[in-house]
């Protein structure tokens, strides 16, 4: 069933249940500056399987990357800065999806729950390492192309994306916008690999597009709370409840 099916013959809870998870992801991301597609894809694979998942995230994912991405009078400086990083996840992203074909199956809800678990410690208890700047050309490609093929395999495309990114000391706001970068590229590539595998269609796309609303309505408001909350305390709680949920999906995958 496609996505478009799945929401047009799923029951009123059901598609409420779905709105109700871009909105919060569109929060989180609107907190901690990521999130959406960590979020939508794990909670959304609970009712429905990971390909319709991956394909319903698109157009918000896009979207909402796309406008961290600014400010463009500094676009092109951080992007020559990452580039090796996109080329990377591009040539990771459409091999990964012609090796593994389309998210699906207990095995891609188990490579879920893993790379949820392991985001969720990495985020909890770890320091991003020191990238020496001769070394960021190489180590960028190879990067970004790990982070590619488990992107195909799972449809989330922070690991080990998001640590790398840290190690090179961009700034705060420069971070923000490298993630912003990196993302709408991963998310342009996931598409292209669920369209080659033919998980993503037009019909798939106009369903996606549903989900803008929501997704923006989220990161609205967690941009409102960003200035009236721990940034701190949101962050422990949004990784503790990453790696519960990571967790409850290798069990799923693995009793499946």
Not at 39 to 65: E, F, G, K, R, Y
Not at 111 to 121: M, N, P, R, S, T
Request: charged letters at 5%.
């Amino acid at each position: 069933m496609s996505p478009t099916d799945w929401l047009a013959g799923g029951t009123p809870a059901l598609l409420a249940a779905t709105v109700a998870v871009f909105v919060l992801a569109g929060v989180v991301k609107g907190v901690v500056g990521l999130g959406l597609p960590t979020i939508s894809m794990a909670m959304l694979a609970l009712v429905m399987a990971p390909a319709q998942a991956a394909a319903l995230l698109i157009v918000p994912s896009l979207i909402t990357n796309l406008w961290q991405a600014r400010p463009w009078p500094t676009f092109m400086r951080v992007l020559r800065r990452i580039g090796a990083m996109q080329v990377g996840v591009c040539v990771g992203t459409i091999a990964g999806s012609l090796w593994l074909g389309a998210p699906a199956g207990h095995w891609a809800s188990v490579c879920l729950g893993f790379a949820l678990v392991a985001y969720a410690a990495w985020g909890l208890f770890g320091a991003p390492p020191v990238v020496p700047a001769r070394h960021e050309g190489v180590l960028g490609a190879a990067v970004g192309a790990i982070t590619g093929v488990i992107t195909a395999a799972t449809g989330v495309f922070v690991i080990p994306a998001v640590p790398y990114l840290q190690a090179l000391n961009l700034g705060k706001d420069g971070l923000i916008q490298a993630m912003g970068i990196s993302f709408s590229v991963s998310t342009v590539a996931l598409a292209a690999g669920l369209w080659l595998t033919g998980s993503y269609t037009p019909g798939a796309a106009g369903a996606s597009a549903l989900m803008l609303l929501p997704a923006l309505a989220g990161m609205a408001l967690g941009q409102w709370l960003r200035d009236r909350l721990s940034a701190r305390t949101f962050k422990l709680c949004f990784m503790i409840s990453l790696a519960l949920l990571g967790a409850y999906q290798v069990v799923e995958g693995l009793a499946g």
